[in-house]
Structure formats: C-alpha cells, structure tokens
T-cell receptor, first 114, second 111 residues
C-alpha cells in the first residue's frame, strides 16, 4: 500500500492564483481531512469528509474548497491564493471516526504564496 | 486561551535520561487523547493513544488527569532517535469528527 499520497510536494503561487492540492489514499478509509501547519500553531483542520459525497468545514475553512467524489480522493482547492495561506498542508485519512482511530498523514505540500 | 497547550521546548537531554512532557486541554468534555510524533519536515505519526487508566508502550508512558485536564508523556532511557516534536492531540467535538492539535514540544537527545 502507498498509504496517503499528496501532490505536489512543493508549490509557489502568486497572489490571486488558484490551484488544487491532490490527496489520495489506498486504504479504503472513510474519513479524510485537510490540515495546515504553521510555526508554533499546531495543525489546524481546514475541511474533512466522513465519506464519499459528504464534506464539512473545520476550524479554518475560509479560502478553501473541497469535494469527495470517490473514497480514494480528497482534493483541496485554493480559490484565490493569499500570502496568509503560505503553510504546510497535510492530508490525513482514518478508518472511521477520527477521534477513535489512528490518522495516517500524507507527506505534506509546502506552499508559498508571494 | 489555546484549546490544547504545550511547552514548545526545546527539551535538551542526554542519552539515557528520563524526560516528561505535559499538555493541558480546555474542553472538559474531551474523550479522546493521543500523542503523535513528528520528525523534522515530516508528517505526524501516531505514537500512542492515552487511556483513562494510563498506558505504557515500551519506554513510553502516557497518563491522563481529567480533574486537572492534562495529559503527560514520559520517555525513559532516551535514545538519539527519540529526537522529534511531540504533538498532544485531543478530540475537538462531541461527534468525534475533529481533532485539536497542540503546538508541539520539541525534544533533542544529545550523545
């Protein structure tokens, strides 16, 4: 199993550009999440999904969209990039309820917005 | 006040030392607690869950104190390979769909 994969690993955007961060898992996990990690602030939840076709907002959803058309894929879209979105983005998946099961994280995408 | 607070460190300890980290959480209704480990520029990985009765996994012991709303992690006989950032994680909602992460405590084990 590849586990959780994320592309790209690194990305530089200009303010106002849009892009999609890709996330895929091959463990048949129901739950998937997107986090951002900023220095000293810990990981913060952006959006999550409890199954295909079902998504919900996390702690910091503004400026981001998600969709979940398949169990395997959970892309994160930045609508109009801003410097405040410079961060490391992690995708994670878990078998079921996030609070009860181990979360498996992807390797992360390092995004810089200039 | 942050929902989950940790001393950012760094904790610099010699090999073989015993080191302990604490983490405090603000939501008294929290039911699930974890320690994750994150190596430099890598993704977090689960180290251990924290149970009400406390639990041990080799050199690592986790304790939960609900009355004072803190969890602890004790590492005995520290190894160089234990150098990492340790993240305290607590469930952030009653439905169990969200986790709240602390900012992490950095540990550096020296020869």
């Amino acid at each position: 199993n590849a586990g959780v994969t994320q592309t790209p690993k690194f990305q530089v955007l200009k303010t106002g550009q849009s892009m999609t961060l890709q996330c895929a898992q091959d463990m048949n996990h129901e739950y998937m999440s997107w986090y951002r990690q900023d220095p000293g602030m810990g990981l913060r939840l952006i959006h999550y999904s409890v199954g295909a076709g079902i998504t919900d907002q996390g702690e910091v959803p503004n400026g981001y969209n998600v969709s979940r058309s398949t169990t395997e894929d959970f892309p994160l879209r930045l609508l109009s990039a801003a410097p405040s979105q410079t961060s490391v983005y992690f995708c994670a998946s878990s078998y079921q309820r996030i609070s009860s099961y181990e979360q498996y994280f992807g390797p992360g995408t390092r995004l810089t917005v200039t | 006040r942050k929902e989950v607070e940790q001393d950012p460190g760094p904790f610099n300890v010699p090999e073989g030392a015993t080191v302990a980290f604490n983490c405090t959480y603000s939501n008294s209704a929290s039911q699930s607690f974890f320690w994750y480990r994150q190596d430099c520029r890598k993704e977090p990985k689960l180290l251990m869950s924290v149970y009400s009765s406390g639990n041990e996994d080799g050199r690592f012991t986790a304790q939960l104190n609900r009355a004072s709303q803190y969890i602890s992690l004790l590492i005995r006989d520290s190894k160089l390979s234990d150098s990492a950032t340790y993240l305290c994680v607590v469930n952030g909602d009653n439905a169990g769909n969200m986790l709240t992460f602390g900012g992490g405590t950095r540990l550096m084990v020296k020869p």
